[in-house]
């Protein structure tokens, strides 16, 4: 599969090189289409990571909220540099960095309850009492 990912991306960059010179256009759209494909040859591969964590929740005694979150930050860490890739190909580094910060503050909302959780479990250890 890999093999296949990187001919795409490889033939991509080539043909978008040889546009370039005569309608640029063209070969922007020849790199946000091969990012898509590849990104959806992605989705797939993450299927396969939520199977493996949703089995982890049976062995562990632990929330499944906590891997809930932990998808949802996996999902938006490869959405947003997904998006940004294509504003910086696009020629706007100020978007894509945005989008990046957008995602970075996205993040640190979401593992909120996480990080609560976590020195809640440390203030109770300091006290002698376990968790």
């Known amino acids: 599969m890999m093999i296949k990912i990187g001919v795409i991306g490889i033939t991509a960059v080539f043909l978008a090189l040889l546009l370039k010179k ?3 256009e063209l070969s922007l759209l020849v790199a946000v ?3 898509m494909l590849i990104f959806g040859y992605v989705l797939t591969r993450i299927y396969i990571v939520i199977e493996f964590l949703g089995g982890l929740t049976e062995y562990l005694p632990v929330d499944k909220s906590f891997f809930t979150a932990l998808l949802k930050m996996l999902g938006i860490t490869y959405l947003a540099d997904f998006a940004a890739s294509i504003c910086r190909e696009a ?3 100020s978007v894509a960095g945005q989008v990046e910060l957008f995602a ?11 990080l609560t959780c976590l020195v809640s479990m440390i203030g109770k250890l300091l006290q002698g009492g376990g968790i």
């Open 33 to 35: 289409a091969a990012a």
């Open 91 to 93: 020629g706007y580094g």
């Open 104 to 114: 970075k503050i996205s993040i640190i909302a979401l593992s909120i309850p996480e």
């Open 22 to 24: 005569e309608k640029s």
